[in-house]
């Protein structure tokens, strides 16, 4: 009476295991690059949310964009209140168009003075965007 598996049906199941594994592994790492780049582009639209309600408290604020992708809120002063960094969890931010940074200023009524602005979030082959408009309404790309 012979008891147990033979080498060519564990072999077989190891084989089926490993192609499995390697699909979740890939699936799960495009995952959370969608959630990383959603974050960073949650957290930047909550910086401007905030941006317009500082504005409406203190008479005016800005949100100036750097060319590092760092989101920095701005309300008088020589010193941001906020800072925002995709960086740090890994996205990529891009100003679409040819500037390398940009300014978003907001006046006492929370209205923005400026040409609406687009910014795109990377990360790996996940991507998004958030449209500030010129009166600082906000819509999200895919």
Known sequence: MNRGHTLLELALVLLILSLV???GVGLSRHSSDR?????AREEAA???HHARAEARLRGGARVEVGSDG????????DE??????????GVRVEI???REEASVVFGPMGIGRAASLTLRFERGRAESSLVISSYGRLRRGP
């Not at 760092?70 to 002063?77: E, I, M, N, S």
């Not at 941001?80 to 969890?89: K, L, Q, T, Y």
């Open 70 to 77: 760092r989101l920095a809120l701005w309300v008088g002063g």
């Open 21 to 23: 594994g390697g699909m």
């Open 96 to 98: 679409e168009g040819s």
């Open 35 to 39: 959630l990383a780049v959603a974050q």
């Open 80 to 89: 941001a209140i906020e800072v925002v960094d995709p960086s740090r969890v």
């Open 46 to 48: 909550a910086l401007f």
